[in-house]
């Protein structure tokens, strides 16, 4: 994957797809999450091994937390935060 490209511009292109529209519409939630998870680290210029690495797991464990379909912990969105240079931040609307 091109690490130029910006996140806003890849989901607008995955939103054209009806069927991954559904499933986050669906699993809006863990979708969010995991579309955040991306966006930091596509916004920090890192592979998902590189992920790993920095939060000593493997790249499949970051491709699941990518792939929305659980729900992380709050341990784990902590070190993903951290090893992407960002910091998490939580808020109720």
């Known amino acids: 994957m091109d690490k130029s490209l910006k996140f806003e511009d890849l989901k607008s292109q995955w939103m054209?797809?009806?069927s991954f529209q559904q499933a986050y519409d669906d699993l809006e939630i863990e979708y969010e999450?995991?579309?955040e998870l991306m966006k930091a680290r596509l916004n920090a210029g890192l592979t998902q091994?590189?992920?790993a690495c920095r939060m000593g797991t493997?790249?499949?464990v970051i491709a699941r937390?990518?792939?929305g379909k659980s729900l992380?912990?709050?341990k784990t969105l902590f070190n993903f935060a951290k090893a992407t240079g960002k910091?998490?931040?939580f808020r109720f609307s």
């Open 16 to 18: 054209q797809d009806e």
């Open 33 to 35: 999450i995991a579309l």
């Open 49 to 51: 091994e590189e992920v």
């Open 58 to 60: 493997t790249q499949s």
């Open 65 to 67: 937390l990518e792939s």
């Open 72 to 74: 992380p912990s709050v």
């Open 87 to 89: 910091h998490l931040h």
